[in-house]
């Protein structure tokens, strides 16, 4: 029966399952305890639909284009349209028009792709939830969970769905999201009254909580919009927009330019009027060229598509950027402060050691495959032989919460890497999970965790023996032991002896775990930590290896040639530590810390530590928190990756926090800036390469576009300073602007990586977009450009005595004068004559071809003509104007070798 509200009505959005027994939880929704069946799961999908919320609103299609408009240099051209219109120049007015609606279109379907780009991100971060599924545990997507679903939780993970509890091991959970409670919630399974608050419901788990202690299993009640966070509309965390402190930057530095383009245009009318004898007319229509001229109005989509193109790429390569001003901050890096397991190595974990009182032995074989034997001293020695070696895989196995499982001839791992290593020596030694299991079942368990470093499992044989298994760090387990197993009896335990083995064990590379075990007293139904602090038997070690990932050694190397210390952070023995730094090359083989070294340092010892040693053993979440403060304290800019709930601290204090993907709990990926998708350091070394080549193609971008406009407004400038006729009209001038910006501008953001991206020292973050070496470049780019276009426009006017051929060679010019300069800008310092420099991106080459074939109908088009007042011109012209852009691009590659030269720097890209 459902269980009523105090006002006797049922709740309005179904029963109270806080308030109901498990057993009629169970019977209510039609499930059981082993889960649902893969069919009857498929059923209740297609009727309660997936387990997610609505998208959050988006503007719709019409606002987002009416958006592109809402931008100050727009509203500066929108009024030199109606100027324009004003005086009647209909064609001017047309083509100013054109070329806002034109760049409007541009924005619009650049920032679709973008957002299409980050609803595939957002996907990839999708939450994923173990289940039981006919019994068997399975990892699936949380949208295909469905009520009647049994969901096994554990620390760090996030709640994917409301759940009642029905079994729980010292659960805590932090509902801060949805309740406002500052402090985690103690959870258990008994139901509690109906009417009580949402903070109360202790039986239960809401959607979007994190768990931040101890391990419970639940069944699934709701989903989707039926969730707590669904009914209160709590949404979830999303990625965030396409903007950056680096855009924000540059809309103010469009603000700026607006109001010294204002400024000057009207010193410009004025000087024009009084000093030249200019109309007043003229006088409008020159400066509305010349605001034209000056106004990038392609540089904001320009940016944004960089950063899209950026995030694009970085998730390519398995980097998923969760919060876009960290593309920038990537290209800063000088440390990464790096987790061993899964990162730095391969995560397929491998038992290559057994010590027993008895033998120590070398197994064979690798990964989790159970292809492999056992050897003492050289020799083949069969398991089955060996009761002390099958005493302690059979420990092993029990005391473990892995599973192997074979798909299509490949063994595919469910669980922790290190138990898995476990299960796969038990199974090398004849063992199997199921008859395991069977013979002696699991009643109860102590989870591990960082605080106590052991896990613990209660088991009873059918002959209601109890038996406690025991597996953790050596140091901790040997305080637990009284006793060994020698011979098959049990004996005073030798400690020094096993502390002597586990450091050669270690010394060797390898992680060491002790396994104990206990007998305990008929009756003991539920394991307490006083029931294995004290008086276990140890069976003995194992030595595990994580082999270093070959792609991580590439790139400690290469983050080292970047200028960029890699820290290893490990919670292995010191000496492992050790020897896997040795092996990567992290660090010099020799100093390495401990967690009880750098818990006895204080602040400024810790920061000269932190500076001088490279890896870092034994260390907590918290040790992790105070080095990056010593770091940053010491100016560095630090990435940090981490993937247990207690790691979130530090990712957030880090400037670039770096989740993992698979390994990683929910916890952790809220708290980043980043998601490694493969778990692989080798990808935080291509997402810093990605974001260095961000950086260096927005400088690009803007030391390609604002010289063209610069050279386009000292022209219309000098042309008034002079008297003479305007060298270019306005409506050319926004020919110009609609097709460079449609072609060539937007060649730029698909550049390549610089081949010394990772060659060069990390960028200091308070360096100036705009650096005093930029500023030369622009503005002698522009005098460049000014020159040209007005000596050959000059010079046409003399020989054909045509206004209109004299300003189509001006036109042509300043295009030319861009389409050579565009490869002076695919390297800010390096030399651009070479294979690479010319032909190495065909977004250049097919720009720099459809502008020359448009530049022709231009040209020689009667209706163009007409529009643009333009008329054909003659080879010789054609031949000048190359000649010019030619001389435009060697002069800037000169002045790159002078300025190279006179650095005395070897040549660079950015």
């Avoid at 209660?458 to 901790?476: I, M, T």
């Avoid at 989740?659 to 493969?678: P, Q, Y």
């Avoid at 360096?767 to 020159?787: C, K, M, N, Q, Y």
């Avoid at 977004?843 to 009667?862: E, I, N």
Wanted: with cysteine.
């Amino acid at each position: 029966m459902t269980p009523r509200n105090s006002n006797g009505s049922r709740p309005a959005h179904g029963p109270a399952w806080h308030a109901l027994g498990v057993d009629a939880v169970l019977s209510e929704l039609g499930a059981s305890a082993s889960g649902l069946t893969e069919e009857e799961a498929q059923s209740r999908r297609a009727r309660h639909g997936p387990n997610r919320l609505p998208d959050p609103p988006r503007r719709g299609p019409l606002a987002r284009f009416a958006l592109q408009f809402h931008n100050v240099l727009i509203y500066v051209l929108l009024g030199s349209a109606a100027v324009t219109a004003a005086l009647a120049h209909w064609v001017d007015t047309g083509v100013i028009l054109g070329v806002v609606i034109i760049n409007a279109i541009i924005g619009f379907v650049q920032e679709g792709k973008a957002e299409r780009a980050i609803d595939a991100i957002r996907r990839m971060l999708s939450l994923h939830a173990l289940v039981l599924r006919g019994g068997q545990r399975r990892e699936l997507s949380a949208e295909e969970l469905v009520p009647g679903d049994i969901v096994l939780l554990a620390s760090g993970d996030k709640v994917p769905a409301d759940l009642r509890l029905i079994e729980v091991r010292n659960l805590r959970a932090d509902e801060a999201a949805l309740t406002g409670e500052s402090v985690p919630v103690e959870k258990a399974r008994d139901p509690v009254a109906p009417e009580v608050v949402l903070g109360d419901r202790t039986s239960m788990a809401y959607s979007g909580t994190l768990v931040t202690y101890g391990q419970a299993k639940g069944v699934v009640v709701a989903t989707g919009v039926r969730t707590e966070v669904g009914r209160i509309s709590g949404m979830l965390r999303e990625v965030e927009e396409l903007a950056t402190p680096l855009t924000r930057k540059m809309a103010v530095f469009a603000r700026w330019l607006t109001v010294a383009i204002l400024a000057g245009s009207a010193v410009t009318f004025v000087f024009g009027m009084l000093a030249r004898d200019y109309t007043a007319t003229e006088m409008f229509l020159a400066v509305v060229a010349l605001a034209v001229a000056a106004i990038p109005e392609g540089l904001p989509a320009i940016m944004t598509i960089t950063l899209a193109v950026g995030v694009q790429r970085m998730a390519r390569r398995n980097a998923i950027i969760r919060r876009l001003p960290a593309v920038e901050t990537l290209g800063s890096v000088t440390v990464i402060c790096s987790d061993k397991t899964g990162t730095l190595t391969r995560n397929e974990m491998t038992v290559r050691s057994v010590v027993t009182s008895d033998a120590a032995y070398a197994v064979s074989g690798v990964g989790y495959a159970p292809q492999g034997g056992f050897a003492v001293e050289g020799k083949t020695v069969a398991a089955a032989e060996r009761p002390d070696l099958i005493e302690l895989a059979r420990a092993g196995l029990r005391c473990n919460d892995a599973a192997l499982r074979e798909e299509e001839g490949v063994w595919r791992l469910q669980g922790d890497p290190t138990e898995g290593a476990l299960v796969t020596l038990a199974l090398k030694a004849g063992l199997d999970a199921g008859d395991e299991n069977r013979s002696a079942p699991r009643t109860d368990e102590i989870p591990f965790e960082s605080e106590h470093r052991f896990m613990a499992t209660l088991h009873h044989d059918h002959a209601g023996h109890a038996y406690a298994y025991v597996k953790g760090a050596p140091e901790r387990v040997l305080e637990m032991c009284t006793l060994e197993l020698r011979a098959a009896q049990t004996r005073p335990l030798d400690p020094r002896r096993w502390h002597r083995r586990a450091e050669e064990l270690a010394n060797g590379g390898e992680r060491v775990l002790a396994i104990a075990m206990r007998p305990l007293g008929r009756g003991v139904r539920e394991l307490a930590f006083g029931d294995v602090e004290e008086g276990l038997v140890l069976l003995g070690l194992v030595g595990i290896i994580d082999p270093p990932r070959e792609e991580a050694v590439a790139a400690v190397a290469g983050c080292r040639a970047a200028g960029i210390r890699v820290k290893m952070i490990t919670g292995d023995h010191v000496a492992t530590g050790r020897a896997v730094g040795r092996a990567l090359g992290i660090g010099d083989g020799v100093r390495a810390l401990g967690g009880a070294e750098l818990e006895e340092m204080d602040e400024a010892a810790l920061r000269r530590a932190a500076g001088e040693v490279d890896v870092f053993a034994r260390a907590s979440p918290e040790h992790k928190l105070r080095l990056v403060k010593a770091l940053q304290a010491a100016g560095e800019i630090v990435a940090m990756t981490g993937d247990g709930v207690n790691d979130a601290p530090a990712l957030k204090r880090a400037d670039i926090g770096v989740a993992m993907g698979i390994k990683g709990t929910e916890a952790s990926k809220e708290a980043a800036e980043m998601v490694l998708a493969d778990d692989n350091f080798a990808s935080i070394a291509h997402a810093v390469e990605e974001g260095r080549t961000v950086y260096d193609n927005l400088k690009k971008a803007i030391l390609f576009i604002l010289p063209t406009n610069g050279g386009e407004s000292g022209v219309i400038i000098v042309a008034i300073l002079l008297g003479i006729a305007l060298p270019i009209t306005a409506v050319q001038i926004l020919w110009v602007n609609m097709i460079t910006a449609v072609t060539l501008s937007l060649a730029i953001a698909f550049e390549p990586a610089e081949p010394d991206a990772m060659r060069r020292p990390p960028r200091d973050p308070s360096e100036p977009l705009l650096s005093g070496f930029l500023v030369w470049r622009i503005v002698l780019v522009s005098a460049l450009l000014v020159a040209a276009c007005f000596g050959l426009f000059v010079w046409e006017l003399a020989r054909s005595g045509s206004l209109e051929a004299a300003r189509t060679v001006a036109v042509n010019m300043l295009v030319a004068g861009e389409m050579f300069y565009l490869f002076n800008s695919r390297h800010i310092h390096a030399s651009v004559l070479s294979r690479e420099g010319l032909l190495g991106n065909p977004y250049v080459l097919l720009a720099v071809g459809l502008l020359a074939a448009v530049q022709l109908v231009f040209t020689y088009t009667p209706v163009l003509n007409g529009w643009f007042g333009t008329a054909g011109i003659d080879r010789t012209a054609w031949l000048a104007i190359l000649a010019c852009g030619v001389g435009v691009f060697i002069l800037v590659e000169l002045e790159k070798g002078i300025m190279r030269g006179a650095q005395g720097r070897v040549p660079r890209a950015a």
